[in-house]
């Protein structure tokens, strides 16, 4: 059974940085694409970003609105992917999901809120 | 980027009706070389994380009951809900994975009268 765990969600001033986890389990890490998404409270999901699996070199994609702020990595040996924000601004707030591949799979999320 | 409009916003119905909830791309997501639209969609429950229906427009996932069918091709595709179950509530989202950015409809919140 896939499981998916995000964690290091919590309230971070306008400017400051995170780190998310999430721990996967139940299938071969390194064999699949994975991704971050986001949901706004009340409003549709927004993709962030992938990083691809072993065989494509864990390469990554990102969303422009996201792009140069936020760095997604991967952990291969503990089968832990990870999502680095920097600069963090009021519209960041949202609940933030790790999924398997492009979204076969989710996360329970975890809540990211970013005020003074 | 590829804009994803869904329609309609919101609709209410009775339990035992169905229901079409329609997607349409500002781009083809109709791969040439495999023949295989990359459109998804998905089934998020009050309190819950979205939960994959349909991948490829028309393959149900393994466990999704037969009554959501997944329709469509190139720009314009269709999720029907047939004999609408008091379980279905919840909000339906397209998203298009065929090019980077992927990017999500606004959605469709079903609920039953």
């Known amino acids: 059974e896939v499981k998916l765990l995000e964690s290091g969600g919590g309230l971070v001033q306008p400017g400051g940085s995170l780190r998310l986890s999430c721990a996967a389990s139940?299938?071969?890490?390194?064999?699949?694409?994975m991704s971050w998404i986001r949901q706004p409270p009340g409003k549709a999901p927004e993709w962030l970003g992938v990083?691809?699996?072993?065989?494509?070199?864990?390469?990554?994609e990102y969303n422009p609105s996201v792009k140069g702020r936020f760095t997604i990595s991967r952990d291969n040996t503990q089968n832990i992917l990870y999502l680095q924000m920097n600069t963090l601004r009021a519209e960041d707030t949202a609940i933030y999901y790790c999924?398997?591949?492009?979204?076969?799979?989710w996360g329970q999320g975890v809540m990211v809120t970013v005020s003074s | 980027d590829i804009v994803m409009t869904q329609s309609p916003f919101s609709l209410a119905v009775s339990e035992g009706e169905m229901v079409t909830i329609n997607c349409k791309s500002s781009q083809s997501l109709l791969s040439s070389g495999n023949q295989k639209n990359y459109l998804a969609w998905y089934q998020q429950k009050p309190g819950q994380s979205p939960k994959l229906l349909i991948y490829?427009?028309?393959t149900r996932q393994s466990g999704v009951p037969d009554r959501f069918i997944g329709s469509g091709s190139g720009t314009d595709f269709t999720l029907t809900i047939s004999d609408v179950q008091a379980e279905d509530l919840a909000d339906y989202y397209c998203l298009q994975h065929y090019s980077y950015p992927f990017t999500f409809g606004s959605g469709t919140k079903l609920e039953i009268k």
């Open positions: 999924a398997e591949g492009a979204g076969d799979y």
């Open positions: 990083i691809r699996n072993k065989a494509n070199g864990y390469t990554t």
């Open positions: 139940g299938f071969t890490f390194t064999d699949f694409y």
């Open positions: 490829y427009a028309s």
